[in-house]
């Protein structure tokens, strides 16, 4: 059954000019932007109404008008790129362990195609939503512009709780949503990655099902594989790596040491376990760490391999470690005396009414949106320099670029090589925000969003609009 639903994504009238065409099948919901013509669409607002703080998506659209309105941007390019491409809901069937059927709803946000491919983590979580895929695709199309690699955003997740599900039930959650996207995802069209809640095991199940549905082995259909399967060396530490190569760039920026050089990690996954890790390695001093259950503050420091294996090996308690600390919890470590801060768990972690109480020199984010719309002024004004989440975290996606390439080549590269390239890209995209703030007298943030925008309206422009 084919229908134009009179609602809009983010409710009705929010999306303004973009009507919405839904295509109803038992399993499938699909939705697509039509673009209005130029002389019904909405003015860019000058003063556009404040988002609602927690709504991740509405962030991310507040910090993209300020950054359209900086650079320019004409009203049709704006209004092409403020909104996803297309976007899906999907209804998925599984037999669980105990006979019973459940139907889990998952998500798939495609933000944009025009420097390439799509690209975006899956996440398992019990609280994923819709606008927040949204927000995440987005934010993938300018995280990558900022690195300059070829891809645009996107971004999947489902509604269920990973942890009280078995593996069967896992496996076959995962290939029933690959094959309901059999059409939709591939090596040139959208590339998917491990998030929150899933792993290079997810990733296995869905490169093996696409790969059934195509007749052929389709490595490059996914990253964040095993090695095993086509994964690339290194990306393990990507993202944690590109927070630490970030961090060496904002002390060389401020003049400081990296030698006792205080930091603290909220989030003790793979990015905050990898990042604390490293840079521990590295001489830095990490004084604080957090996951869900809570967190430590410890003024000596952690030995953060000894940690590592106390939670991930042995399976017990970050905030029963010895020789421990203040106990705080998960979000209170962010508010302890340090000189760099990493929030890498979740959204929404620093708002208007905490951001006053952070004590960094220097915020480098390892999650995406960790800090809202009305938390950034409140840290600019304190003179806290952010290194924000399309620059900090975009370590992953690089090596995930990485990946692709060595999946297309069928050419696999060693550690070494992944490092010093990544270290390139990094290194280079510091520079080009850091630049781009200085020249137009803004933040960081801000800058970024910039120079995203300035890259994909300028490959836009060139390819044109095929009607």
Same mark, same amino acid.
């Given at each position: 059954?084919?229908? +134009?639903?009179?609602?809009?994504p983010?409710?009705?009238?929010?999306?303004?000019?973009?009507?919405?065409?839904? &295509?109803?099948?038992?399993?499938?919901?699909?939705?697509f932007?039509?673009?209005?013509p130029?002389?019904?669409?909405?003015?860019?607002?000058?003063?556009?109404?404040?988002?609602?703080?927690?709504?991740?998506?509405?962030?991310?659209?507040?910090?993209?008008?300020?950054?359209?309105q900086?650079?320019?941007?004409?009203?049709?390019?704006?209004r092409?790129?403020? @909104?996803?491409?297309?976007?899906?809901?999907?209804?998925?069937?599984?037999?669980?362990?105990?006979?019973?059927?459940?139907? !889990?709803?998952?998500?798939?946000?495609l933000?944009?195609?025009?420097?390439?491919?799509?690209?975006?983590?899956?996440?398992?979580?019990?609280?994923?939503?819709?606008?927040?895929?949204?927000?995440?695709?987005?934010?993938?199309?300018?995280?990558c512009?900022?690195?300059?690699?070829?891809?645009?955003?996107?971004?999947?997740?489902?509604?269920?709780?990973?942890? =009280?599900?078995?593996?069967?039930?896992?496996?076959?959650?995962?290939?029933?949503?690959?094959?309901?996207?059999?059409?939709?995802?591939?090596?040139?069209k959208?590339?998917?990655?491990?998030?929150?809640?899933?792993?290079?095991q997810?990733?296995?199940?869905?490169?093996?099902?696409?790969?059934? *549905?195509?007749?052929q082995?389709?490595?490059?259909?996914?990253?964040?594989?095993?090695?095993?399967?086509g994964?690339?060396?290194?990306?393990?530490?990507a993202?944690?790596?590109?927070?630490?190569?970030?961090?060496d760039?904002?002390?060389?920026?401020?003049?400081?040491?990296?030698?006792g050089?205080?930091?603290?990690?909220?989030?003790?996954?793979?990015?905050?376990?990898?990042?604390?890790?490293?840079? *521990?390695?590295?001489?830095?001093?990490?004084?604080? #760490?957090?996951?869900?259950?809570?967190g430590?503050?410890?003024?000596?420091?952690?030995?953060?391999?000894?940690v590592?294996?106390?939670?991930?090996?042995?399976? =017990?308690? #970050?905030?029963? !470690?010895?020789?421990?600390?203040?106990?705080?919890?998960s979000?209170?470590v962010?508010?302890?005396?340090?000189?760099?801060?990493?929030?890498?768990?979740?959204?929404n972690?620093?708002?208007?009414?905490?951001a006053?109480?952070?004590?960094?020199?220097?915020?480098?984010?390892?999650?995406?949106?960790?800090?809202?719309?009305?938390?950034?002024a +409140?840290?600019?004004?304190?003179?806290? !320099?952010?290194?924000?989440?399309?620059?900090?975290?975009?370590?992953?996606?690089?090596?995930?670029?990485?990946?692709?390439?060595?999946?297309?080549?069928?050419f696999?590269?060693?550690?070494?090589?992944?490092?010093?390239r990544? *270290?390139?890209?990094?290194?280079?995209?510091?520079?080009?925000?850091?630049?781009?703030?200085? &020249? *137009?007298?803004?933040?960081?943030?801000i800058?970024a @969003?910039?120079?995203?925008?300035?890259?994909?309206?300028?490959?836009?422009?060139?390819?044109?609009i095929?009607a």
């Amino acid at each position: 059954m084919l229908r +134009i639903l009179a609602e809009r994504p983010d409710g009705p009238g929010v999306y303004g000019v973009a009507a919405t065409l839904a &295509l109803k099948v038992p399993a499938v919901r699909l939705s697509f932007c039509i673009r209005a013509p130029a002389d019904q669409g909405e003015l860019r607002m000058s003063n556009p109404p404040l988002p609602e703080e927690m709504n991740v998506y509405q962030n991310a659209e507040a910090r993209f008008e300020v950054a359209a309105q900086k650079i320019g941007l004409e009203q049709g390019l704006y209004r092409y790129l403020k @909104y996803p491409s297309k976007e899906i809901t999907l209804y998925i069937p599984v037999g669980m362990d105990n006979g019973q059927l459940e139907v !889990f709803t998952g998500y798939r946000v495609l933000h944009s195609t025009v420097r390439g491919p799509g690209k975006g983590g899956i996440r398992y979580a019990p609280d994923v939503s819709l606008d927040e895929v949204r927000a995440l695709a987005t934010w993938m199309t300018w995280k990558c512009a900022v690195v300059n690699i070829p891809f645009g955003g996107a971004k999947g997740g489902i509604i269920c709780n990973p942890q =009280k599900m078995s593996k069967g039930e896992l496996e076959r959650m995962t290939r029933r949503y690959t094959a309901e996207l059999a059409n939709w995802l591939g090596p040139e069209k959208d590339v998917p990655a491990p998030d929150v809640g899933t792993n290079e095991q997810t990733m296995a199940w869905v490169m093996d099902t696409y790969s059934m *549905h195509t007749g052929q082995a389709t490595t490059a259909v996914v990253t964040g594989k095993p090695i095993e399967l086509g994964g690339s060396r290194g990306r393990k530490e990507a993202t944690g790596r590109g927070i630490m190569m970030c961090c060496d760039k904002a002390l060389a920026k401020l003049g400081m040491k990296r030698d006792g050089c205080r930091v603290v990690v909220q989030g003790f996954g793979n990015v905050g376990s990898m990042a604390a890790m490293l840079m *521990h390695e590295a001489g830095y001093k990490i004084v604080g #760490l957090s996951d869900i259950a809570g967190g430590l503050y410890n003024e000596k420091g952690f030995d953060v391999p000894k940690v590592i294996d106390w939670v991930y090996t042995q399976k =017990k308690s #970050l905030q029963d !470690f010895p020789p421990g600390g203040t106990k705080l919890s998960s979000r209170d470590v962010l508010f302890q005396p340090c000189e760099i801060v990493i929030p890498a768990a979740i959204e929404n972690q620093i708002t208007e009414k905490n951001a006053s109480q952070v004590q960094a020199k220097i915020l480098c984010e390892g999650a995406n949106g960790p800090t809202t719309w009305q938390a950034d002024a +409140i840290i600019d004004k304190k003179g806290i !320099f952010t290194v924000p989440d399309i620059l900090g975290n975009a370590g992953g996606v690089t090596v995930s670029y990485f990946e692709w390439v060595q999946d297309r080549q069928g050419f696999f590269w060693r550690e070494s090589e992944v490092n010093e390239r990544l *270290h390139d890209f990094m290194d280079h995209a510091f520079d080009e925000v850091v630049r781009y703030a200085e &020249l *137009h007298n803004v933040n960081n943030r801000i800058a970024a @969003y910039m120079l995203a925008i300035d890259r994909v309206a300028s490959a836009l422009r060139l390819r044109g609009i095929y009607a």
